[in-house]
T-cell receptor
Framework: DTAVSQTPKYLVTQMGNDKSIKCEQN?????MYWYKQDSKKFLKIMFS???????INETVPNRFSPKSPDKAHLNLHINSLELGDSAVYFC?????????????FGPGTRLLVL | GESVGLHLPTLSVQEGDNSIINCAYS??????FIWYKQESGKGPQFIID?????DKRQGQRVTVLLNKTVKHLSLQIAATQPGDSAVYFC??????????????FGQGTILTVHP
C-alpha cells in the first residue's frame, strides 16, 4: 500500500520518560511534517522537513526533536514527557513545499502521559 | 461519544440530504485551500482542494466554493451517506515566500448523518 505510516499507534507512558514516534512515507515525497491534535481536535503544525532539512519549527519546546534520516522517514523524539504532551500526533507528507500541494496524513499516534 | 465536550460546530442531517459545511479563513493572502475529512480514530483524509484563482470546484458528490471577498469557504456534499459522518476541516496555505507548505487548519465541524 502507498501511504504514510506511523508507529506506534498508541503510546502510554509516565511523566518524565523519553519516547519516540516513527513515520515513514512511500509516496516519494520530498517534504514531511509533524502535527499535534489536541483534545479539542485542533490541528497545529509542529515541524516540517524538506529533503532531510528542517524548514519549519513552530515554537515547539526543545524537548521535541525531529530527526530525518532520509527523505522517506521523519521521526519525533520527545524528552522529559509532560502531562500536556498528551495528544494525537500526525505525520504528513507532500510532494514539495510550494504551498499549493496536498498534504497526506498518517493514521496518528495517540500519546497519553500519566 | 467522542464528540462530547468538544464544542465543535455540529451539523446533523438525514441520509440523502445535501450537506453544507462552512469555514471562515483569516489570511487574505492564502492561495490554496483544502477540505479534509477525519473519521474517528483516523488521520485527516484529503477530500477536495481549490486554488485562489477559482471560486468553485467539483468532485465526486462534493463541491467546494470559495468567496475571497468575505474569506469564506464551503463544502457541499450531495446525497449525504452515513459513511460521510466525520469531522471536517478546512485548511489554508500560501504559495511561495516563507510559508514552506505551512497548512493552517480551521476548528473542524462534526457532521452526523442519520440513516
Amino acid at each position: 500500500d502507498t501511504a504514510v505510516s506511523q508507529t506506534p499507534k498508541y503510546l502510554v507512558t509516565q511523566m518524565g520518560n523519553d519516547k519516540s514516534i516513527k513515520c515513514e512515507q512511500n509516496l516519494g515525497h520530498d517534504t514531511m511534517y509533524w502535527y499535534k491534535q489536541d483534545s479539542k481536535k485542533f490541528l497545529k503544525i509542529m515541524f516540517s522537513y524538506n529533503n532531510k532539512e528542517l524548514i519549519i519549527n513552530e515554537t515547539v519546546p526543545n524537548r521535541f526533536s525531529p530527526k530525518s534520516p532520509d527523505k522517506a522517514h521523519l521521526n519525533l523524539h520527545i524528552n522529559s514527557l509532560e502531562l500536556g504532551d498528551s495528544a494525537v500526533y500526525f505525520c504528513a507528507s507532500s510532494q514539495e513545499t510550494s504551498g499549493l500541494e496536498t498534504q497526506y496524513f498518517g493514521p496518528g499516534t495517540r500519546l497519553l502521559v500519566l | 461519544g467522542e464528540s462530547v465536550g468538544l464544542h465543535l460546530p455540529t451539523l446533523s442531517v438525514q441520509e440523502g440530504d445535501n450537506s453544507i459545511i462552512n469555514c471562515a479563513y483569516s489570511n487574505s493572502a492564502s492561495d490554496y485551500f483544502i477540505w479534509y475529512k477525519q473519521e474517528s480514530g483516523k488521520g485527516p483524509q484529503f477530500i477536495i482542494d481549490i486554488r485562489s484563482n477559482m471560486d468553485k470546484r467539483q468532485g465526486q458528490r462534493v463541491t467546494v466554493l470559495l468567496n475571497k471577498t468575505v474569506k469564506h469557504l464551503s463544502l457541499q456534499i450531495a446525497a449525504t451517506q452515513p459513511g460521510d459522518s466525520a469531522v471536517y476541516f478546512c485548511a489554508e496555505n500560501r504559495a511561495g515566500g516563507t510559508s514552506y507548505g505551512k497548512l493552517t487548519f480551521g476548528q473542524g465541524t462534526i457532521l452526523t448523518v442519520h440513516p
